[in-house]
C-alpha cells in the first residue's frame, strides 16, 4: 500500500508564485504547473503530469 504524502500549494503571494509544501516540508516556491510536477517528482511521487 503506498504511503501518503500530504501535498499543499498555497495561494499565490505578492511576487505571483506559489509555496510548495509535501509532507510538511517546504520545497520551494512555483510558478506553473510544470514547476509543481517538478517539486513532486524530486519528493518521490510518482506519475504526476500536467493538466
Not at 6 to 35: K, N, Q
Not at 40 to 46: F, N, S, Y
Request: glycine letters at 12%.
Amino acid at each position: 500500500m503506498a504511503s501518503v504524502m500530504p501535498v499543499v500549494v498555497y495561494a499565490l503571494d505578492e511576487d505571483g508564485g506559489r509555496r510548495v509544501r509535501v509532507d510538511g516540508e517546504l520545497l520551494g516556491r512555483t510558478y506553473s504547473l510544470r514547476d509543481i510536477a517538478e517539486f513532486l517528482r524530486r519528493a518521490g511521487i510518482e506519475n504526476v503530469g500536467e493538466a
